[in-house]
């Protein structure tokens, strides 16, 4: 995972928590296709499935939904509901996939993972070793194609 056990254990606690708000705008990993109600939408730079994103809870840090008030969960629920409305209507792809683990980083997410008949996991589940495969990553402009096309269908 890249960091040592005692630095996921100071995110546990939300001390220096990569992923609370406040967020840069683009970093290595992911660049922000809009803020929903609660929530933060990203396109993922890894692009091996097309559409890839990833959405991120914003008012606090929380490491999973059981932490979530009522209030909180619907609303960050609406918001994955209507993040992955304009995804899929972006890219068309055959399938969704959702997944919220918080293994690598300890703070409320959705993985939103576009799956296709043609890609390179299709009837498997995504993630099935340690050591992360090849990753696709893309050119600026076309991230920003992809974000664009992702903005136009969220409203
Ligand atoms: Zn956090």
Redesign the pocket.
């Known amino acids: 995972m890249g960091s040592s056990w005692t630095e996921f254990w100071n995110w546990m606690n ?1 001390a220096r ?1 990569p ?2 708000a406040p967020r840069p705008k683009t970093d290595p990993y992911k660049i922000e296709i809009a803020q929903l109600t609660v929530s933060t939408l990203y396109l993922d730079r890894d692009q091996r499935f097309h559409g890839y994103s990833v959405l991120i809870f914003d008012p606090r ?1 929380a490491t999973g939904i059981e932490q979530l008030t009522s209030e909180e969960y619907k609303a960050f629920t609406d918001d994955l509901h209507h993040a992955a409305k304009a995804v899929h209507e972006a890219f068309r792809p055959n399938l969704m996939n959702y997944a919220s683990l918080g293994n690598g980083i300890p ?1 409320v997410h959705w993985h939103i993972i576009l799956r296709y008949e043609n890609d390179p996991r299709w009837g498997y589940p995504v993630w099935v070793t340690l050591e992360a495969p090849q990753k696709v990553l893309l050119s600026d402009p076309e991230y920003e194609s992809m974000v664009d096309r992702i903005r136009s269908c969220l409203q």
Request: charged share 0%.
């Open positions: 939300g928590c992923l609370c840090h703070h």
